[in-house]
């Protein structure tokens, strides 16, 4: 028997009990599906993650107080485990800034940090405040849509003004243009908008449209008094290029350990670099993507116990076939190669339906995140898509072997007696 | 002499728990080639236990089985499919026909495990037009009656041209006048291709139409039957010279 005739007689013997085949097929269809559209829904938050935080710039680098290697805490650096350790201060940014202890690195910002309320006539809202310095913006590529930046004399003078993000803009004006030299309260301080920034839309951080930032000396001196007079939240370093954000830690790694006066080992401060930062949320998404794949891989499994019992079924019912064939000379291969044949063909069948509605699924859940805002595109790769094949063809064979080995093992004179 | 079967203190024995059935105790006979036999016995004599052996379904428990010149008893699983295959062609009770295929295709299945790709199909169809259905060829077992059925049953067996054919009851589903069609039909085959042919049935009526009768009881050879061929051969010459 070749191969094309075990097909043909798989199909015709599959053909001729189709509602148990269809219902068989089912069960891997909606495992493959699940398994797709996991994936793809996995791999396109992956993406987007990653997207969001390359387009913060990959030179960055954040300095934090206290040895802690992790994200930054909502509105502010992370707690510290190290009750010795000194707070990073002006002077540490300014030792930074130089050229010549620091050759990589080609820009510091120092930032102040804390959540406020603002007022304007009747709104209220609580914006995330930061105090920075003029570089702040070119370090994070901030865009104005009108006004202007922060700049030095706003910060000599320690002036009381400030440039909004659009959406605290829209919460307390209702707008985001034309707010230009309008008077807000920063916990009941009078400030005045001298700029409106350009929305950036949602990030894996959640939105930073909301920010709201005044001059660094301004905060210190009337909003974010705590700690000494010098004392900084988070200091944001742009290396001179990608290639250098390597040197560039170093380098900020040895000035602070100087200044601090750690002793080896026991760092007070933490440098994380867009590497990090990647690193760790590709680690998040991916535990997740392979945590929904697997999810998904379960009700795959079930659909191949699902083809299994069918099989084992249509063993037991066509007993006394496998005998006439057995009578009539096919050998165990033949009877093994024609129930493999038809597992195998109910689980690729199954296979590449799955494929289509686990595509449709992970279209549409693109489709639902667009209508609610959110840049969020599934993807469906072509290694998912060879993945789940084979693994159904996998399962197919796996759960077939069993019931194919029996019908093969069948006694022809016990076969032929069967009722 | 040519024989085609030769079997030799055959002994099959089954464990059931922890009795021991024989089923067989030492049965020794020979068949000619384009003899028609037909084996007789009442029930549990071993006839069954027989036709498997004999069929190649079954290794006897001890014993020789020469079948066309192959010794069989030693065989394994595959060995014997393929003895099966080219050496027996069965006849069933109720007809074993696969109702998902043509009689076309019923009939191909021998050939299909034999590995014959070119000229099958010609060949099955050769072998329905040597049965009469020439016509039916494109029904299903369904479509057919059950003589029809048999028919096709019997091109089946006939269509890898076998050394044997062994037919358990083969008119035992079918009312007597369709019955005696098929045997008639079996019987021309013999005649005409000089098929060797066997019979296991307990109908004295089917069994006198075959040259010879083998008897089994309590698993032993009761007679081989040979000597009655050989006075029923003796009576009809002598019939033939007391005519002349």
Known sequence: ?????????????????????GLTVLGIVIGVAAVIAMLAVGNGAQESITGSISSIGTNLLFVFRGNRRGPPGPGGPPRS????????????????????????????????QGNMLITFGGETTTAPISGVTPKYATVRNLALSEGEFINDEHQLGRMSVVVLGPDTADT???????????????????????????????????????????????????????????????????????????????EIS?????????????????????????????????????????????????GGIGIMNIMLVSVTERTREIGLRKALGARKKDILLQFLTESSLLSLLGGFIGILFGWLIAFTVGRVAAAMGTTFIPIVGVDAIILSTSFSAAIGLFFGIYPASRAANLEPVEALRYE | MDLVIEARNLVKTYKMGEFTVEALRGVSFTIE???????????????????????????????????????????????????????????????????????????????????????????????????????????????????????????????????IIMADEPTGNLD?????????????????????????????????????????????????????????????????????
């Open chain 1, 1 to 21: 028997m070749t191969f094309a005739q075990a097909l043909l007689e798989a199909l015709e013997s599959l053909n001729g009990n189709k509602m148990r085949s």
């Open chain 1, 81 to 112: 485990n190290n009750s010795n350790e000194r707070p990073l201060t002006l002077g540490d940014a300014n030792a930074i800034a130089d050229a010549f202890a620091a050759p990589s690195v080609a820009m510091v910002a120092p930032v102040v």
């Open chain 1, 172 to 250: 307390i004006f209702g707008r985001h243009d034309g707010v230009l030299g309008e008077t807000v309260r920063i916990e009941g301080q009078p400030f005045r908008v001298i700029g409106v920034l350009v929305a950036k839309g949602g990030g894996s951080f959640g939105s930073e449209d909301k920010n709201v930032y005044i001059p660094f000396a301004t905060a210190k001196a009337r909003l974010l008094k705590r700690g000494g007079r010098d004392d900084i939240d988070i200091l944001l370093a742009q290396a001179t290029s990608a290639e250098t954000v390597t040197k560039a830690v170093d």
């Open chain 1, 254 to 302: 040895n000035i602070l350990r100087q200044r601090h006066r750690t002793p080896l080992g026991s760092d007070d401060f933490t440098v994380l670099t867009q590497q990090d930062f990647l690193q760790t949320l590709q680690t998040i998404t991916g535990v997740l993507t392979i945590f929904l794949g697997g999810i998904a891989g379960i009700s795959l499994l079930v």
């Open chain 2, 33 to 163: 080639r384009g003899e028609m036999v037909s084996i007789m016995g009442p029930s549990g004599s071993g006839k069954s236990t027989m036709m498997n052996t004999l069929g190649c379904l079954d290794r006897p428990t001890s014993g020789e089985y020469i079948l066309d010149g192959e010794a069989v008893a030693n065989m394994d699983d595959d060995q014997l499919a393929s003895v099966r295959n080219r050496k027996v062609g069965f006849v069933f009770q109720s007809f074993n026909l696969l109702s998902r295929l043509t009689a076309l295709g019923n009939v191909e299945l021998p050939l299909r495990y034999a590995g014959l790709e070119e000229g099958r199909r010609a060949r099955a169809q050769a072998a329905l037009e040597a049965v009469g259905l020439q016509n039916r060829m494109g029904h299903r077992p369904y479509e057919l009656s059950g003589g029809q059925q048999q028919r096709v049953a019997v091109a089946r067996a006939i269509v890898n041209n076998p050394s």
């Open chain 2, 176 to 244: 007597s006048k369709v019955g005696k069609e098929i045997m008639n039909l079996l019987l021309n085959l013999n005649k005409e291709r000089g098929t060797t042919l066997i019979i296991i049935t307990h109908d004295p009526n089917i069994a006198e139409q075959t040259q010879r009768i083998i008897r089994l009881r309590d698993g032993e050879l009761e007679s081989s039957g040979e000597k009655e061929k050989a006075e029923k051969q003796e009576a009809e010459a002598e019939k033939l010279e007391k005519q002349k």
